[in-house]
Nanobody, 114 residues
Framework: QVQLVESGGGLVQSAVSLILSCTAS????????WGWFRQASGKQREVVAF???????VIADSVKGRFTISRDNDKNTMYLQMNSLKPDETAVYYC????????WGQGTQVTVSS
């Protein structure tokens, strides 16, 4: 199993950038896909971006061109660079790692003010 700890959330103004981090511990070598989801109040959780064990990044259409996902294997950390944030992207952002099952972090709140 793995443990995931997110950081970097907060309150930002619209159009500002923010970087989220997710640090993993445990059976890190077993991680296949590693990515970010978000869940706004009253809405379903949706995938934002994920990166495969081969390093391929897959970005949701809604954030393509503004968000970038990357991983630093030496630091066991994955990052989500979010640019030009919009108020409707206010949500709890969750880190998730797929092994034989999906593991979740505790989530980090991102609030974008207009």
């Amino acid at each position: 199993q793995v443990q995931l700890v997110e950081s970097g959330g907060g309150l930002v103004q619209s159009a500002v950038s923010l970087i989220l981090s997710c640090t993993a511990s445990g059976y890190i070598s077993g991680i296949n896909n590693w990515g970010w989801f978000r869940q706004a109040s009253g809405k379903q959780r949706e995938v934002v971006a994920f990166i495969t064990s081969a390093g391929k990044a897959v970005i949701a259409d809604s954030v393509k061109g503004r968000f970038t996902i990357s991983r630093d294997n030496d630091k066991n950390t994955m990052y989500l660079q979010m640019n030009s944030l919009k108020p409707d992207e206010t949500a709890v952002y969750y880190c998730a790692a797929d092994l034989s099952t999906r593991y979740w972090g505790q989530g980090t709140q991102v609030t974008v003010s207009s």
